[in-house]
């Protein structure tokens, strides 16, 4: 199915989706360790999880542009590898936290091994820079092959 009012909006949304996941990485290197800090125990706020409603909207997104992909035409074949490229670059950037943090970079109580990563990374956010690295690129390679032809 093609028409060319889906496959601009389509087109439109994953573009800023990209956008948006460049922009969510710079906030590690541009805000300090302090303010980062803030955020996420104002997001956390006495609580063992913190993003449960963010957490179910942003799969609602992911099955939805999927879906939406692969109704546009996506190569299955090129969307599967897409996904297992990505997926193995999470599980690597996660990897990346194996070290232990400092009692003072540490998750406050009530704790959870989500709560626990998510601290750590704010602790020590370039720790799986070859990660991010290949992420950017892969999102702007993607993209400038898209829009510039």
């Given amino acids: ?44 706020a006495g609580r063992a999880y913190a993003t449960s409603g963010s957490d179910i909207a942003s799969l609602v997104i992911a099955i939805a542009m999927s879906i939406a992909l692969l109704v546009r035409s996506a190569e299955p074949i090129t969307f599967l590898g897409g996904l297992l490229a990505g997926g193995t670059l999470i599980q690597l950037y996660f990897h990346a936290f194996h070290a232990p943090v400092s009692r003072e970079h540490d998750a406050p109580e009530p704790r959870s091994p989500l709560k626990i990563m998510s ?14 690295l290949t992420y ?7 993209m400038s092959l898209y829009w510039l032809g």
């Fill in 1 to 44: 199915m093609s028409h060319p009012i889906f496959d601009t909006a389509i087109t439109v949304f994953v573009s800023a989706f990209g956008l948006y996941a460049l922009i969510k990485f710079a906030f590690f290197f541009v805000l300090s360790y302090a303010a980062r800090r803030k955020l996420l125990d104002k997001a956390y």
């Fill in 136 to 142: 950017a690129a892969l999102v702007v390679a993607c």
């Fill in 119 to 132: 601290y750590a990374i704010q602790s020590a956010p370039w720790r799986p820079w070859k990660e991010l």
